[in-house]
């Protein structure tokens, strides 16, 4: 049997709490002028004392399952990406399987930073494909603002917290041949995805701790010019390997949902590919940098205004530390 993995539904949760430039820059020496013309960003949610990642993962997966409209007992498998654990161990996809009310199937995280949502979208639709999960919830969260200097004003200006969540289910296929169908009704779901690390760039951004190395969790370092001009390269070009993969072009697209880093990664990404500004989907001046919860979070904004349809074919990228990137393309 031949399966597709067909996107039911989203949600997602962000903390209550707003901070904006402004008011950050009454404890940080920058100011709304710097960050935005640098970043685009104007303000970012950041998550109370005591709300955890799998607070706002949950919120997020309960959220997408009731759009979608399935029951968390059909549930199989949950995949959480995250760079903000709740604990080391045990992964914080087992806290969010049992505040559902799973009892059946498995729970495991996935860590990539911010590409963590499409190493999970690769993760979950091979599980789907291979026939080893029907139903999977897929979670992008992030306490990020946890793992923060805040005296390093190059880097704690950028990010925020927040979570984003989409139910994947496996629709049979078998009948459906692919060459056939590309671009019709039928042909939804994840067409395909991509994944790309090289470790040599370790150095370009990191967090300087972790259980092994210094028994703390650290905090993020990054060489910001050198991870900007490696994110406009490799967004562009897995964007290229993803459609040329898919006998597509930039045209066929009707949204690019990219990981939200920073306004001027977006413009130059798109200029790149020749990609019209309309069609991106932009959240970074009101969320930030919110690593592996970006791409969920504007996916779930666009679908619920409306912006992106069923039958829509919607490109994902994402780049993070390690570096990680890669990409996800899917008809809506
Ligand atoms: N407020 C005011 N001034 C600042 C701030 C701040 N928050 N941060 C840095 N500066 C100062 C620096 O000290 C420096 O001052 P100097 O010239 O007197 O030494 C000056 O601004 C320029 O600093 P640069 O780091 O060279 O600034 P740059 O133009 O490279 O912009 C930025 C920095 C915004 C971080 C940029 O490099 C960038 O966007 N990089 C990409 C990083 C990113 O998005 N990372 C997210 C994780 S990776 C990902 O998600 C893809």
Redesign the pocket.
Known sequence: MQFRSIVMGCGSYLPERVVTNAELAESV???DD??QT??GIKQRHIAADGELTSDLALAAAERALAHAEVDANEVDLVVLATTTPDNTFPATATKVQYKLGMTNGAAFDVQAV?SGFVYGLAVADNFIKAGQAKTVVLIGAETFSRLLDWED??TC??FGDGAGAIVMRAANVTDQTAAAEVGCERDRGVLSTHLHSDGSTNDL?YVDGGPSSTQTVGHVR?I??E??RN?VTNLADIAGETLDANGLTTDDVDWLVP?Q??R??LDSTAKKLGMQQEKIVVTVERHA?TSTASIPLALDEAVRDGRIQKGDLVLMEA??GGLTWGSGLVRW
Do not use: E, K, Q
């Open positions: 020496d920058t100011s710097w960050i640098r970043t911010c004003r190059g200006v950028l951004l990054m910001g010019r991870v900007f994110a990981h880093a920073n001027r990664i940098n780049m993070g």
